[in-house]
Antibody, heavy 121, light 107 residues
Framework: QVQLVESGGGVVQPGRSLRLSCVAS????????IHWVRQAPGKGLEWVAL????????YYAAPVKGRFTISRDNSQNTLYLQMNSLREDDTAMYYC??????????????WGQGTLVTVSS | DIQMTQSPSSLSASVGDRVTITCRAS??????LNWYQQRPGRAPKLLIY???SLPSGVPSRFSGSGSGTDFTLTVSSLQPEDFATYYC?????????FGQGTRLEIK
């Protein structure tokens, strides 16, 4: 079955870096765009970034643009999120989510369990 | 960015009740509207896509409707496992913005 497993979260000081990973299985990873979505403690869902199936197109939310980099290794079925210059308001559970589609309409049809990032001094 | 506004922010209801949650987009998004359910401590789960389509495995008591800017999610007869938080999301254009969520609680 489709599975997405995130890792790499932890406690980090403001200004430092962290790299998250999302390992996929159960489907053709190279055939799907993948997104990162985060959720601050007790808050709603916030879209973070997306990468196309080939990795050639990437988009970022305004709060993370210039600090975060999304990438993927289709040979390893793995998605990454490099997070630099971390701030306390980046504290959140980070989810990777697979894109499904119905014609041109897209949706997140599978989610990982999340990895928690805490930015604190 | 397209703003998504859900109402109400929270809702108390009883098992067996029919409930409706609304979602309004700040511009026309056709039917590029999805709904997700999130139970406490769990990842979100796709509930409705393209405004009114149910993924395989989602109970038929859930339904969605709407197009353009106004959308609704209806649960025809609440079950205990339906008490959760619900989010709408537009996938018309990046960033794929979410509504602020509607918390459905047991009365």
């Amino acid at each position: 079955q489709v599975q997405l497993v995130e890792s790499g979260g932890g406690v980090v000081q403001p200004g430092r870096s962290l790299r998250l990973s999302c390992v996929a299985s159960g489907f053709t990873f190279s055939g799907h765009a993948i997104h990162w979505v985060r959720q601050a403690p007790g808050k709603g869902l916030e879209w973070v970034a997306l990468i196309s199936s080939t990795g050639s197109n990437k988009y970022y939310a305004a709060p993370v643009k210039g600090r975060f980099t999304i990438s993927r290794d289709n040979s390893q079925n793995t998605l990454y999120l490099q997070m630099n210059s971390l701030r306390e308001d980046d504290t959140a559970m980070y989810y990777c989510a697979r894109v499904g589609w119905f014609g041109p309409r897209k949706f997140f049809d599978s989610w990982g369990q999340g990895t928690l990032v805490t930015v604190s001094s | 960015d397209i703003q998504m506004t859900q109402s109400p922010s929270s809702l108390s209801a009883s098992v067996g009740d029919r409930v409706t949650i609304t979602c309004r987009a700040s511009q026309n998004i056709d039917i590029y509207l999805n709904w997700y359910q999130q139970r406490p401590g769990r990842a979100p789960k796709l509930l409705i896509y393209a405004a009114s389509s149910l993924p395989s495995g989602v109970p038929s008591r859930f339904s969605g409707s709407g197009s353009g800017t106004d959308f609704t999610l209806t649960v025809s007869s609440l079950q205990p496992e339906d008490f959760a938080t619900y989010y709408c999301q537009q996938s018309y254009i990046t960033p794929y913005t979410f509504g602020q969520g509607t918390r459905l609680e047991i009365k």
